[in-house]
C-alpha cells in the first residue's frame, strides 16, 4: 500500500506526458488518421516497431495507471504490468534511436546515437522522478493526509539513491560529448568537418551551457542528499533543491536535443 501511494502521482503524470507525447507526435505527420497503418511494416520498418511498441507502452502504462487509482491490491498484477511497460518502453526508445542509424547522416550513424538515447532517458527518468516523489508528498501535507513514516522513508532513500545515480549516469552523457567531439575530428569527411564546426564554432555556447546546466543541476541535487544525509531537513523540505536539480538538468537536455539536430549534415541524396 505504501508504494502504491507513493506512485500515484508520478505514474499519472508519466501517463499524462505519453498522451500528450503521441498527440504531439501525430502533429508531423501529413495523415495524421492513418497512422496506425505504420504498423503493417513491422518486420521491416524501425518506424513500424517504434509504433507498435509505443502502443504496448501506452496501454500496460495506462491500465497499470486505473490499476493504482481504482483498484486496491493485485499487487502482483502490478509488479508484472510495470515491468511489461518498462520493456515496452526500452523497446520503443531503441527502435527509435535505429531509425536516425542512416549512412547519408554520417555524425547520426554510430553507436553513439543509441547510447545517448538511453543515457538522456536515464538521466531525465533520474531526476524526474524524485521530483515527482516530493510533489507527491508535499501535495499530501496541503490536503491534510497523513503519510506513513515508511512513505516518507521511500521518498528520501529514492532521493538519495535517483540523484548519486544521476550524478553517475551525467559523466557518461559528458563523456559521449567528449567522445563525439573527438570522433568528428577523427572522420575525414567533408560532412563531419562541418558538423564539428557547427558544434564546436557557431553552437559552441549552447554546448557549453548545456553540459553547464547539467553539471550545476546534478550539483542542486546531490546537496540535496547531503542535507538528507546529515538529517539537518526533512526530506520534504528539500523540494526546492531537487526541482530547481531537475529543471536545469531538463533546459540542458532540451539543448542536447537541439544540437542534436542542428549539426548533422546530410551526404548524398
Same mark, same amino acid.
Given at each position: 500500500?505504501?508504494?502504491?501511494?507513493?506512485?500515484?502521482?508520478?505514474?499519472? #503524470?508519466?501517463?499524462?506526458?505519453? #498522451?500528450?507525447?503521441?498527440?504531439?507526435?501525430?502533429?508531423? &505527420? +501529413?495523415?495524421?488518421?492513418?497512422?496506425?497503418?505504420?504498423? +503493417?511494416?513491422?518486420?521491416?520498418?524501425?518506424? +513500424?516497431?517504434?509504433?507498435?511498441?509505443?502502443?504496448?507502452?501506452?496501454?500496460?502504462?495506462?491500465? &497499470? *495507471?486505473?490499476?493504482?487509482?481504482?483498484?486496491? /491490491?493485485?499487487?502482483?498484477?502490478?509488479?508484472?504490468?510495470?515491468?511489461?511497460?518498462?520493456?515496452?518502453?526500452?523497446?520503443?526508445?531503441?527502435?527509435?534511436? %535505429?531509425?536516425?542509424? &542512416?549512412?547519408?547522416?554520417?555524425?547520426?550513424?554510430?553507436?553513439?546515437?543509441?547510447?545517448?538515447? *538511453?543515457?538522456?532517458?536515464?538521466?531525465? /527518468?533520474?531526476?524526474?522522478?524524485?521530483?515527482?516523489?516530493?510533489?507527491?508528498?508535499?501535495?499530501?501535507?496541503?490536503?491534510?493526509?497523513?503519510?506513513?513514516?515508511?512513505?516518507?522513508?521511500?521518498?528520501?532513500?529514492?532521493? @538519495?539513491?535517483?540523484?548519486?545515480?544521476?550524478?553517475?549516469? +551525467?559523466?557518461? @552523457?559528458?563523456?559521449?560529448?567528449?567522445?563525439? @567531439?573527438?570522433?568528428?575530428?577523427?572522420?575525414?569527411?567533408?560532412?563531419?568537418?562541418?558538423?564539428?564546426?557547427?558544434?564546436?564554432?557557431?553552437? %559552441?555556447?549552447?554546448?557549453?551551457?548545456?553540459?553547464?546546466?547539467?553539471?550545476?543541476?546534478?550539483?542542486?541535487?546531490?546537496?540535496?542528499?547531503?542535507?538528507?544525509?546529515?538529517? $539537518?531537513?526533512?526530506?520534504? $523540505?528539500?523540494? /526546492?533543491?531537487?526541482?530547481? /536539480?531537475?529543471?536545469?538538468?531538463?533546459?540542458?537536455?532540451?539543448?542536447?536535443?537541439?544540437?542534436?539536430?542542428?549539426?548533422?549534415?546530410?551526404?548524398?541524396?
Amino acid at each position: 500500500m505504501e508504494i502504491d501511494e507513493s506512485c500515484r502521482i508520478p505514474l499519472a #503524470i508519466i501517463f499524462f506526458t505519453i #498522451i500528450i507525447a503521441i498527440f504531439g507526435a501525430h502533429l508531423h &505527420l +501529413s495523415k495524421p488518421l492513418i497512422s496506425l497503418l505504420a504498423v +503493417s511494416n513491422f518486420r521491416t520498418s524501425w518506424l +513500424s516497431r517504434e509504433t507498435v511498441f509505443t502502443i504496448f507502452f501506452f496501454l500496460e502504462t495506462g491500465t &497499470l *495507471f486505473v490499476l493504482m487509482w481504482f483498484t486496491p /491490491g493485485y499487487i502482483r498484477v502490478k509488479n508484472v504490468l510495470g515491468w511489461l511497460a518498462i520493456a515496452s518502453g526500452l523497446a520503443t526508445l531503441f527502435c527509435m534511436a %535505429q531509425i536516425y542509424l &542512416l549512412p547519408t547522416q554520417i555524425l547520426w550513424n554510430s553507436g553513439n546515437t543509441i547510447a545517448y538515447y *538511453f543515457s538522456t532517458t536515464l538521466l531525465l /527518468g533520474m531526476t524526474s522522478l524524485p521530483a515527482m516523489l516530493q510533489l507527491d508528498l508535499n501535495y499530501s501535507e496541503v490536503q491534510g493526509k497523513h503519510r506513513t513514516k515508511m512513505d516518507v522513508e521511500i521518498v528520501r532513500k529514492a532521493v @538519495v539513491w535517483l540523484s548519486i545515480a544521476a550524478a553517475l549516469v +551525467s559523466v557518461l @552523457v559528458i563523456s559521449q560529448g567528449i567522445h563525439q @567531439v573527438i570522433t568528428l575530428k577523427k572522420i575525414n569527411h567533408q560532412s563531419t568537418q562541418i558538423s564539428l564546426e557547427l558544434l564546436t564554432g557557431l553552437y %559552441q555556447p549552447l554546448l557549453v551551457m548545456r553540459f553547464g546546466l547539467l553539471i550545476v543541476g546534478v550539483s542542486w541535487l546531490l546537496m540535496s542528499v547531503r542535507r538528507i544525509m546529515k538529517k $539537518d531537513r526533512d526530506v520534504k $523540505d528539500l523540494i /526546492g533543491l531537487v526541482y530547481m /536539480g531537475f529543471l536545469l538538468v531538463l533546459i540542458g537536455e532540451i539543448l542536447g536535443r537541439f544540437l542534436f539536430f542542428a549539426t548533422h549534415v546530410r551526404i548524398g541524396v
